[in-house]
C-alpha cells in the first residue's frame, strides 16, 4: 500500500509538466529578448505581468514545502489553527494593497534597501540589504531547498542530495530567464500545485471515508471534525499544548499581524512581483492572491489533519515515524504516497512547482538586492544595464551552491520546517517593520530612529528568548503571555514577544525622533494625501466578499 517510488505513468505526467513549464519559459524569454539586457526588465520584469500573472506568481513564490510538508505537520499536529497564518495572510494582502502599494508606485520604488535609502540614509540602507540576503540565503532559501529534497526524495525514493542538486539546478534555469519568466512560469506552476494539491485533500478525505463508513468528501470533513473537535479550533486556549505556537487572540489582534504584514509589504521577495506594473493591475493582482490563499487551508492543513485521525485509528505506524519517534512532517509524503499511478506524478509535480517557484522567487530577490543595492552602488557605481544582469544571474547560481552546501548543518528538520522560518524570521521582523510602517505614515521619523528599530529589535528579541532561562516567565501565564516549553521552563510565545518587541520599537522611535527638532521639517519625509489610498469598485467588493469568508471561517471555527 505504501510506496516510495514513482510509477511510469508518474514519470510521464511530471515529464508533461517539466516540459510545459521549461517550454513556456523558454517561449517568454525568447519573446522578451530585451530582458538579457535590460535591468529593470530582468529584475522586475517592468510593465509586463498582468494582475492573474502577479496573483499567480505571489502565491507560487509563497506556497513551497514549508507549507505543503510543515504546514502539514502542524495540521497534524495542531490542526486548523496553523491556517491562521493563511487566512490572515489574504486579510493583509488587502491591506497592503490599499496602503503599501500606492507609496511604492508613486515614489518609483523597486527594492526595499532603495526605500530605506530614499526615506533615510544610505547606511540603513546597506545594512538592510546585507540582513536581507543573509536571511533569505541562510533561513529561506536553505529551508525550501532542503524540505523540498526530503519530500521529494521520500516520494520519489530518489536520493536526497540527488534531489536537492535537481531542484537547485531546476530553479536556476527559471531563474536566469529574469522576472517576466518568473512571473508567467509561475501561472503554470500554481495550475500544478493547486490540482495536485486537492487531489491530494481528496485522496485523504476517501481514506477518512473508507476508515468510518462515511462515503462523500462531506461526509468525510464531518466526520474528521466529529472524531477530532480539538483540531478544529482557529483560537487555542492558554493551556493548550500548542498555545507557544499560535497563542490566542494573538492571531487575531496581535503579533501574527505583524508576521504578514512585514512578510507581504516590506519582503523583496513578494512586493518584487507588483512593483514592476501599474497600480490597478498590482492591486487586482494582490486580491488575486488573497483569494488563492482562501484556498490554501484546503490544500496544505487538511491533509495533515486528515492523517493525524488515520493515525490514531492504526494507519502509518510506521510510516509516520523517523529514527524511532513519531514525525508529524512525515504527514503529507505519506499520504502522496498512496495516491495511484499518474495521480501521484500530479501530486509530485505540484510539490516539485511550489519547490521550485519558491526557490526562483527568492534567488531573484536576493540577485535583485545584491546587483541594484549593493553591486551597483558600492562596488562598481558605473556599472551599464549588461554588467548589472550578468552579476545578477552569477549571484543567482553562487547563493543557490551556497545553499545546498549549508542547508544540511542548521538543524532544519529538528524544530519542523515551517516553525523554523517563521521563529527565526521573527528575530528581525518588528524591527524591520517599525522601520517601514513609520516611514511610510509619519514624517517625522528620523534615521538615527530607524537605526534603533534595527538594533533593539534583535537585541530584544533575543533578549526575551533567552531571558526564560534566569526569570521565571510563570506570572504571565494568567494573562495568556507565558506558557510551558517542551523543557518545562515558561516562555513567551514568539509571536507575542514580536508584538512586544515592536511596540518598544515604535515608541523608541517616535521619543528618538521628537528630540530631534530637525525632524519637523524632515526633507524625507514622504507625500501622501488621502486619494492614493482610493480604490475601485470591483477591488471593494472583492475585498468586502474576503473580510465576510474570514469573519464566517473565524465566528464558526472559534
Not at 111 to 117: A, G, H, I, R
Not at 142 to 152: C, D, E, K, P
Not at 298 to 307: E, R, S, T
Amino acid at each position: 500500500m505504501h510506496s516510495s517510488s514513482l510509477h511510469l505513468k508518474d514519470y510521464i505526467v511530471f515529464f508533461i509538466y517539466f516540459i510545459v513549464v521549461a517550454g513556456f519559459g523558454l517561449y517568454i524569454y525568447n519573446k522578451k529578448k530585451k530582458a538579457t539586457t535590460d535591468s529593470k526588465d530582468f529584475f522586475l520584469a517592468e510593465g509586463s505581468l498582468t494582475w492573474w500573472a502577479i496573483g499567480a506568481s505571489l502565491i507560487a513564490s509563497n506556497i513551497s514545502a514549508e507549507q505543503f510538508i510543515g504546514m502539514s505537520g502542524n495540521g497534524f499536529n495542531i490542526g486548523l489553527a496553523i491556517s491562521t497564518y493563511e487566512w490572515m495572510a489574504a486579510a493583509t494582502l488587502l491591506v497592503v494593497a490599499i496602503f503599501f502599494l500606492p507609496i511604492y508606485l508613486k515614489n518609483k520604488i523597486y527594492t526595499m534597501p532603495q526605500f530605506l535609502s530614499q526615506r533615510y540614509n544610505k547606511l540603513v540602507s546597506i545594512i538592510m540589504a546585507v540582513f536581507w540576503l543573509f536571511l533569505y540565503v541562510v533561513v529561506n532559501l536553505t529551508s525550501i531547498l532542503y524540505l523540498g529534497a526530503l519530500a521529494v526524495s521520500k516520494i520519489s525514493g530518489i536520493d536526497f542530495y540527488l534531489c536537492m542538486s535537481l531542484l537547485a539546478i531546476f530553479a536556476i534555469f527559471i531563474t536566469l530567464g529574469g522576472m517576466k519568466v518568473i512571473g508567467y512560469t509561475d501561472v503554470i506552476q500554481v495550475f500544478f500545485l493547486i490540482l495536485g494539491g486537492l487531489a491530494t485533500t481528496y485522496l485523504a478525505l476517501e481514506l477518512v471515508g473508507d476508515k468510518f463508513g462515511t462515503p462523500g468528501v462531506m461526509a468525510s470533513f464531518k466526520q474528521l471534525m466529529s472524531v477530532a473537535p480539538d483540531h478544529f479550533h482557529m483560537v487555542l486556549k492558554k493551556d493548550d499544548p500548542h498555545y507557544l505556537d499560535l497563542p490566542g487572540l494573538s492571531v487575531l489582534i496581535g503579533g501574527m499581524w505583524i508576521i504578514n504584514l512585514n512578510y507581504w509589504g516590506c519582503n523583496q521577495y513578494i512586493t518584487q512581483r507588483a512593483l514592476g506594473a501599474d497600480l490597478k493591475t498590482a492591486r487586482n493582482g494582490l486580491l488575486f492572491a488573497a483569494f488563492l490563499k482562501m484556498l490554501m487551508p484546503i490544500i496544505v492543513v487538511l491533509p495533515g489533519i486528515a492523517a493525524y485521525v488515520l493515525y490514531q485509528n492504526g494507519m502509518f505506524q510506521t510510516e509516520m515515524l523517523k529514527d524511532g519517534s513519531l514525525n508529524a512532517d512525515n504527514a503529507y509524503p505519506v499520504l502522496l504516497n498512496l495516491l495511484g499511478p499518474g495521480w501521484k506524478g500530479m501530486a509530485f509535480a505540484a510539490l516539485t512547482a511550489a519547490v521550485v517557484a519558491s526557490l526562483a522567487g527568492k534567488a531573484n530577490s536576493i540577485s535583485t538586492i545584491y546587483s541594484l543595492d549593493i553591486y551597483k552602488k558600492v562596488f562598481n557605481k558605473e556599472a551599464d544595464d549588461k554588467e548589472v544582469v550578468k552579476m545578477g544571474r552569477w549571484v543567482v547560481i553562487i547563493s543557490m551552491v551556497v545553499a545546498v552546501v549549508i542547508s544540511n548543518f542548521l538543524g532544519i528538520d529538528k524544530k519542523g520546517g515551517f516553525q523554523f522560518i517563521q521563529e527565526y524570521t521573527g528575530f528581525f521582523s518588528p524591527g524591520v517593520f517599525a522601520m517601514f510602517i513609520m516611514g511610510f505614515f509619519w514624517k517625522r521619523t528620523t534615521s538615527k530612529a530607524a537605526l534603533f528599530a534595527l538594533i533593539a529589535g534583535v537585541s530584544l528579541s533575543v533578549i526575551l528568548k533567552f531571558l526564560p532561562l534566569v526569570v521565571n516567565f510563570e506570572p504571565l501565564h494568567a494573562i495568556g503571555f507565558a506558557a510551558l516549553n517542551a523543557d518545562g521552563i515558561w516562555e513567551m510565545a514568539f509571536i507575542d514577544r514580536m508584538g512586544f518587541v515592536f511596540l518598544t520599537c515604535v515608541i523608541g522611535m517616535i521619543i528618538i525622533s521628537l528630540s530631534d527638532k530637525e525632524s519637523k521639517n524632515n526633507p524625507q519625509g514622504l507625500e501622501i494625501d488621502a486619494s492614493m489610498f482610493k480604490t475601485s469598485t470591483a477591488f471593494t467588493i472583492g475585498a468586502v466578499v474576503i473580510c465576510l469568508l474570514l469573519l464566517v471561517l473565524y465566528t464558526y471555527f472559534y
